[in-house]
Each structure stands twice: as structure tokens, then as C-alpha cells.
């Protein structure tokens, strides 16, 4: 079974530019996550779809990131413009369900650094 | 809101002896706990969860770990430590939100 795909796998830009990153769930999993993780921490939810539709995006810092699911697969989620401080591994998983018993499986993550 | 602590930032262990990782949560109600393990340059692999039932799970790698609810405590423990298992441990708990996690631990594994 192909696990959470995720691209571009590591990436470099100057703070006020804009970047993109790209995710593809197992197959099948309807519940879809994107975490960031800063050197030093835990990874912190940034944003919940359940099919195409945002559960939880509570901690997104709407004024620079946005994501989205449109057809309910893949996802994007993009940072514009970048600070210094978005410096970060940015995680992307998924689960079968958003049901608390679903196991929650991660991909190897974005790492991005802003410069 | 549910919350993690890992009190322990580092830890250095001897190849083949055992290991303890240290993990505190707050919530409320029945937790759901979770072990993961990062390797550098990787994503979060599960190693075992907790949802009811048995106290003690067994997990991948050898890892086990113990709920203790009077302590709200989640220890994660293997009893002989092997050089692969140098990563970074985060225990996480779910409740009414996903994946909360606590801020890690990192174990090194010398000769």
C-alpha cells in the first residue's frame, strides 16, 4: 500500500516569496492533515479537510497560508508571502475517517527554509 | 484542551541496554495515546497506540509502553536498545481534536 506522498520534498526561498506544497493521501482516506513541525518541537495541526470540506483550520495563519482539497484527493498548501519564521517541516497526513479511532498516518514531510 | 509533556529533551543510552521515555498528558476524558518515532530526514512512523483495554501495548520494534491513568502517564519502554533506534520519540493524545504532541525526545545510542 503507497503511503502520504508529499512534494516538493525540500525546498529554499527568501522571506516575501511564495511557495507550494503539494500532497497526496492514501488511497481512500477521507480525513486529510497538514502539520507544521519547527526544529525543536512537535508537529502543530495547521489545518483538517474531511473530503473536500475544512474541519478544523483554527491554528492557519489565514493571513499567509492558505490550503485547499478540491476534488477531495490531493492537496496544497501554500505560504505567501514567507517569513523567517516559517522555517519548518511541513507534514502532511491522512486517515481513513476523522473518527477517533483511525490510525493517523504521516508522510515524510516538505522541509522548507526561509532565508 | 488535551495537552503532552516529554519531560525529558535528551537521552543518551548504551546499545543493548534498556530504554524509558517519559510521557505526562492532560485531558479530560479517556485518552487515545499515542507513541511515534521520526528518523532524521523522515516522517512519523506509528509504534503503538493506546485506545482501552489492556494497560500495557505492545508495539512495533520491540516497543512497548504502559498507560497509568493515576499518574496520566504513558511511558514508552524497550528492554534492550538497539542502534537503529536513534530518532526522535513524540508521544501524542487525541481527544476531541487530532494529534496533539509533545515537544519530543531525543535518544542517542552510543557503543
Known amino acids: 500500500e503507497a503511503g502520504v506522498a508529499q512534494s516538493p520534498r525540500y525546498k529554499i526561498i527568501e522571506k516575501r516569496q511564495s511557495v507550494a506544497f503539494w500532497c497526496n493521501p492514501i488511497?481512500?482516506?477521507?480525513?486529510l492533515y497538514w502539520y507544521q513541525q519547527i526544529l525543536g518541537q512537535g508537529p502543530k495541526l495547521l489545518i483538517q479537510?474531511?473530503?473536500?470540506?475544512?474541519?478544523?483550520d483554527s491554528q492557519l495563519p489565514k493571513d499567509r497560508f492558505s490550503a485547499e482539497r478540491l476534488k477531495g484527493v490531493d492537496s496544497t498548501l501554500k505560504i505567501q508571502p514567507a517569513k523567517l519564521e516559517d522555517s519548518a517541516v511541513y507534514l502532511c497526513?491522512?486517515?481513513?475517517?476523522?473518527?477517533?479511532?483511525?490510525?493517523?498516518?504521516f508522510g515524510e514531510g516538505s522541509w522548507l527554509t526561509v532565508v | 484542551a488535551q495537552s503532552v509533556t516529554q519531560p525529558d529533551i535528551h537521552i543518551t543510552v548504551s546499545e543493548g541496554a534498556s530504554l524509558e521515555l517519559r510521557c505526562n498528558y492532560s485531558y479530560g476524558a479517556t485518552p487515545y495515546l499515542f507513541w511515534y518515532v521520526q528518523s532524521p530526514g523522515q516522517g512519523l512512523q506509528l509504534l503503538l497506540k493506546y485506545f482501552s483495554g489492556d494497560t500495557l501495548v505492545q508495539g512495533i520494534k520491540g516497543f512497548e509502553a504502559e498507560f497509568k491513568r493515576s499518574q496520566s502517564s504513558f511511558n514508552l519502554r524497550k528492554p534492550s536498545v538497539h542502534w537503529s533506534d536513534a530518532a526522535e520519540y513524540f508521544c501524542a493524545v487525541r481527544g476531541n481534536t487530532p494529534l496533539v504532541f509533545g515537544k519530543g525526545t531525543r535518544l542517542s545510542v552510543i557503543a
Open positions: 479537510f474531511q473530503n473536500n470540506g475544512v474541519v478544523d
Open positions: 497526513a491522512s486517515s481513513l475517517d476523522r473518527g477517533i479511532g483511525n490510525t493517523i498516518y
Open positions: 488511497s481512500g482516506h477521507a480525513t
